[in-house]
């Protein structure tokens, strides 16, 4: 298969920075984008520690400038993308439930998140 190029967005996360980390053992150049600048560096770093080669770009996934930003280094740090995981978005507390299914029981409770919780703000986010 060879070396790819290959863009994460959301590579911060704890799903897809263990895709980048994964892919970068396998002898990929991995570009992890994410909202976060620092929870992705702290992965690419991990990945350069081990002999990989990986770079972190803080990019906003719904600002077309900053896509543009993100395209134009990694362009420059590895050339043309040939493979893209878009990951970004996914677990963020405004969009989450406390628990992982409904019990009708804990509509009136007030340390729990149900869905009829949840602010359209952080739905739309995690959508987005």
């Given at each position: 298969?060879?070396?790819?190029?290959?863009?994460?967005?959301?590579?911060?996360?704890?799903?897809?920075?263990?895709?980048?980390v994964e892919l970068a053992?396998?002898?990929?150049?991995?570009?992890?984008?994410?909202?976060?600048?620092?929870?992705?560096?702290?992965?690419?770093?991990?990945?350069?520690?081990?002999?990989?080669?990986?770079?972190?770009?803080?990019?906003?996934?719904?600002?077309?400038e900053s896509l543009e930003?993100?395209?134009?280094?990694?362009?420059?740090?590895?050339?043309?993308?040939?493979?893209?995981?878009?990951?970004?978005?996914?677990?963020?507390?405004?969009?989450?439930?406390?628990?992982?299914?409904?019990?009708?029981?804990?509509?009136?409770?007030?340390?729990?998140?149900?869905?009829?919780?949840?602010?359209?703000?952080?739905?739309?986010?995690?959508?987005?």
């Open positions: 298969m060879g070396s790819k190029v290959i863009v994460i967005t959301g590579a911060g996360g704890v799903l897809c920075g263990n895709f980048a053992k396998d002898g990929h150049k991995v570009a992890l984008l994410d909202i976060n600048i620092d929870a992705a560096e702290k992965i690419a770093s991990e990945i350069r520690a081990n002999g990989g080669e990986a770079i972190a770009v803080k990019t906003n996934v719904l600002d077309k930003n993100a395209h134009t280094k990694v362009l420059n740090a590895f050339g043309k993308c040939q493979i893209l995981i878009n990951g970004a978005g996914g677990n963020n507390p405004r969009g989450t439930t406390t628990n992982e299914y409904f019990n009708p029981e804990d509509i009136d409770k007030e340390d729990v998140v149900s869905f009829f919780d949840l602010q359209p703000e952080g739905v739309s986010f995690v959508f987005d």
